[in-house]
């Protein structure tokens, strides 16, 4: 029975919308191959620029990052691209086999399919396409899905182009007017179809929330037509707080970090409603706030401090600094730990490359001493209420970021300011840019719609996938494993690796699916990135193994080596351990001379002496056999050792 959507925290709202690449032969709008590109042909350069739309308006999002970004470079391979990613071609027409399979998914969802799609266009100017727009196409509306006997509501269902890959941008590095291209993408992810799914919003726990996101996840790996790996699923967060306004946080990619996500910008929000209550405590007139902006440049050369001195380092830089009247002790104020509008205002800056702003609460700090401070205060006339601002960067920058800090410090005194957030992987969020509106989006002219009618409908509605119980139980059939290891190697990304190696090893089912999650969580728990261990090279090991070229228990050595990068390849790894060399000869060399080595212990504690025994023998012959082998050794030679020992005693 389903019932509905339970209210377990009324004043939350959180919408969720998954972004998935689809597994299909071509990308979205042309017949080039998706693959994933090292080495490139060619590259070209585009400066994009903000246009109107329909109605003659900008975006706004589209306003801001026009303010940041001068040339992009693009990187391309002939292998994963063609003209139209570099958009020196029209797009072709829509790839049908992606299409089928999000209409599928869109039926299994119980949506109502659009009679008729569009392509429309949606204004991105961020670098990550080189229209300066993403195509993407309205499949179906109103669907649903049950979770936990809890009916959650499908929004919309869109086919869009996934972006280009981002490989360095401006935010990493120190800004300046000289530097040429603020960021460079590869195209050989620009254009690969991806299936976008809106849910309603719901008023749940972060844990339901994350269940939902698990529930949709596992409906399309059902499917067998989705892309597996890193970065080929994410989710954005549309999150407000007590009817406030919503706050889209972008790109998160693992399910832990969801609710990670949804706790941290609760408080971030409600410390925000809070540091605007205590502000209109004070009684400041908002329209009056920021006074006094001066460019205190020559004064702070003579600061002692190494961060001064470091950004005033290139000739292009300057320091503005402004009062804002009243605030004193507002840009530290803490309603919660590092929730304070004095960040909020130094993540704004960033976005431009610049590190951040200092402010009068919390100095004297960073070298700059208590002079530097009542100088800067006597510059401007402060009296004991105010607080300044003080930000250093290039000159070319500082009149927009002013003007921007401006716009944020007024709207400071409503609370929550809707906008787009990027994630952090401990879950936190920083600022992004503002969040879009209505005006980034307008027909596409290049492509005809599609009709979509009922005996089309009716064909594909045969592909709907089993549900997940039914695959799962499937799973555990097929391979004669229990529902843990079936889950787990299904949730992952190693899928279809799994199956590949079992359909050609004989190694056991239930010791693949474990290296393959157990043992990679566990490393990149530790911090290892596991992204560089492809595919090719994780069948190459198991291969290996199943040639007996190496022992299981040298797996998870092998593993570690290769993220720890102590080696890069598996036969470096073959040859260090020394495996084709071994004989059963020098293995039971090895612990007849750890036996003869103990025969002390051995008498003091007879066969519990094993494990002791153990710990030495895998010393030597570690990732050289398998441990189960000198175990079975080791015990059979014990046994003999003590049955000899008893026999001469007698």
Known sequence: MVKNELLVNPKLKVGLEIHQQLDSKNKLFCNCKIIDSTEYDFTFKRNLRPTQSEMGSYDQAALFESKKIKTVKYQSSKYSNCLVESDDEPPHMINKEALDIVLTIALALHCAIE?????????????????????????????????????????????EEDAARIINGSNTGKHNSNNKDNKVYSLDRLGIPLIEIA????????????????????????TKKVARGVGSIRQDVNISVDNGPVVE?????QLSQLALVIEYETKRQDGLNQIAKELRKHVINDTKIMDSVTDVTESLKKSSSKVVKKILGDDNSRFIVFVLRGFKGMLSFEPYSGIRLGKELGELVKTYGIGGIFHSDELPNYGISSEDVNSISSILKMDKNDAFVLVGGSAVLLNIVVFELANRIKKCFSGVVPETRSVRFDGNTVFSRPRPGSSRMY?????????IDSIKLKELSKNIPQPWN???????DKYS????LAENIFDSQYFSLFEKIVSQTSISPSFIISKLTEDLVSLEREGYDSSILTQELLFYLFM??????????????????????EINTIDEAIKSFGTESITEDFVDDTINIIINENKLIISQKGFDAVGLLMGRCMAVLRGKIDGEKVSKILQTKLMEHIKTSKDKNM
Not at 125 to 149: A, H, K
Request: hydrophobic share 40%; net charge positive.
């Open 470 to 476: 039914v695959v799962i139980q499937q799973i555990c």
């Open 249 to 253: 946080v972008k790109g998160v990619q």
């Open 544 to 565: 290996q193994l199943n040639n007996s070229k190496i022992s299981k228990e040298s797996i998870s050595i092998i593993l570690e080596k290769l993220l720890k990068r």
């Open 443 to 451: 027909p596409e002219t290049d492509i005809p719609y599609i009709s």
């Open 199 to 222: 849910l309603a919003p719901i008023s749940n726990s972060p844990t339901f929330i994350a269940n939902v996101a698990q529930t949709i996840g596992r409906l399309l790996r059902t």
């Open 115 to 159: 009679d008729e799609l569009h392509v429309m266009r949606k204004i991105v100017i961020d670098g990550s396409n080189t229209t300066g727009f993403q195509r993407t196409i309205l499949v179906g509306r109103n669907g649903f899905l049950d979770v936990d006997g809890i009916r959650v509501g499908v929004q919309s269902i869109c086919l």
């Open 481 to 484: 494993i229990n529902k843990t």
